[in-house]
């Protein structure tokens, strides 16, 4: 059997450790140890550590920090003392189902090629009850359908896309690799950049974690998103590890990488007011000399002209592009961006109702991240038929004269998460992989958009 080292680091986890603990015990894989660092807990967790290292003293091993010293240096502590031939790293708040070890250990000694493997997780509260599923992302649908440019491509593109405590590692992957304490809370993320720049990533398409959401806990504090901003912008200025991970991505050129980077992080960060204008200053090149030479170039002023508008909240339309039936309507101009004759769009997908005045701001708040444009053909009579039973809760607008056959835009979500498409027939599908909020961004001010 194989070794398997189990680090978690521990702080005032009094209330949550102990399942976290028994959901290792509980493992279907035996051959295990787990490494604890009490993070100079000032609350009870110390005790319930040591009640679990009185039970299994030849398995979980207690790394005792006398005063909080932060997670980064717990985790590399762990690390340090971490034996197995695998490690994966489990937070004290979360909880692995009873099979996480057994199938992520069966993947990486069946599948070679691969060198650390991730999975499905679901989120929990503080009392262990279900919350919700992950949320839908279009890069696990590739990912059970083979793509060999992802998970790579998102994490260069969107963000940290892997739940760490999902991760299953060959030992090899933290030789050289350790957390940085230059990111306090997207640490995690740096580490696994830089980890899939030199190591081949597999997935899992089930859930193995439990990760547990409540108000106190660091992550729902708000600081995240602004530290993954400045991840990624570190990462790509280390030319070496940005060119392995953008050719793992599928592309073939840094221009290209950048450009992918740089319309990516618009579409990630368009509703997080002050992540946008940190990263708008990035983009200008304020600070970073490589994105000031891409801006500087023709094949860029598309990129650069929709920065600046950004920047300088400069909006040209009138109120009525807020209205769904106005001739210059939102709606009206995603048909034409994306070559349809109606769109059907989900109404979570765009919110412009929730938001009051004829702003930019309003705009950027007013969209669902991540939702790529599907087209395909649908008869006319069929598709009122079904707006007739079940188009309340939805966007519709059709633009061309009535005609028998209908050129239908909907978006990924709806093609791959409900039973859409079969309900309408729809036919002649294309997926034109461009998001909604940036075919609009790119129309309002006449950039072409193409399939960023």
């Known amino acids: 059997m194989k070794m398997v080292s189990v680090i978690m680091p521990a702080y005032n986890a009094e209330h949550f450790i102990e399942d976290a603990i028994l959901s290792v015990c509980n493992q279907s894989y035996t051959d295990w140890n787990m490494y604890i660092y009490n993070d100079g807990s000032t609350d009870h967790t110390k005790d319930v550590i040591q009640k679990y290292t009185g039970k299994y003293p030849d398995k979980i091993y207690l ?44 993947f990486l000694e069946s599948r070679k090629e691969f060198d650390l493997v991730f999975s499905d997780y679901e989120t929990i509260d503080e009392n262990g009850e279900f919350l919700r599923s992950s949320p839908f992302r279009r890069y696990r649908e590739e990912l059970k359908q083979g793509a060999g440019y992802q998970p790579y491509k998102t994490l260069l593109t969107e963000g940290c896309c892997i739940h760490g405590c999902t991760i299953f590692a060959r030992r090899e992957c933290f030789d050289e690799n350790r957390f940085r304490a230059a990111y306090r809370y997207a640490h995690d993320y740096d580490l696994w950049l830089r980890i899939a720049a030199e190591f081949p990533v597999g997935y899992i398409d089930k859930i193995h974690v439990q990760g547990r959401e409540y108000k106190t806990q660091i992550s729902m504090q708000g600081h995240n998103e602004l530290d993954a901003v400045k991840v990624l912008f570190d990462f790509i200025q280390d030319r070496e590890k940005f060119l392995k991970l953008y050719k793992k991505a599928g592309i073939q050129s840094r221009n290209e990488a950048l450009r992918e980077v740089a319309a ?3 579409r990630t960060y368009k509703h997080r007011e002050k992540e946008l204008e940190y990263l708008l200053e990035l983009l200008s090149g304020d600070g970073i000399e490589m994105f000031r030479r891409f801006m500087g170039q023709p094949e860029n002023q598309d990129i650069f002209r929709v920065v600046q508008a950004l920047k300088g909240q400069v909006w040209n339309q009138g109120e009525s592009f807020f209205i769904e039936d106005s001739e210059d309507g939102y709606l009206q101009m995603l048909c034409r961006l994306s070559g349809a004759d109606a769109v059907l769009l989900n109404k979570q997908a765009i919110r412009f109702h929730c938001f009051d005045g004829n702003t930019l701001k309003r705009f ?30 939805y966007h519709f607008r059709m633009i061309s004269e009535r005609k028998n056959k209908v050129r239908l835009a909907i978006t990924y979500y709806l093609y791959m998460n409900t039973a859409l498409a079969e309900e309408l027939g729809l036919d002649n599908i294309y997926d034109t992989k461009s998001d909604i909020w940036w075919k609009l961004i790119c129309g309002i001010y006449a950039v072409p958009c193409g399939e960023n």
């Open 63 to 106: 790394i005792d920090g006398m005063v909080n010293k932060g997670t980064v240096i717990g985790l590399n502590t762990l690390l340090d003392a971490a034996d197995g031939k695998y490690i994966c790293w489990l937070s004290a708040d979360d909880v692995y189902t009873e099979d996480m070890l057994e199938d992520s250990l069966e």
């Open 264 to 266: 990516g992080q618009l």
């Open 364 to 393: 950027n708040a007013g969209l669902v991240r991540s939702n790529d444009i599907i087209t395909g053909d649908v008869e006319a009579e069929r598709l009122y038929e079904w707006l007739g039973v079940k188009g309340e809760g």
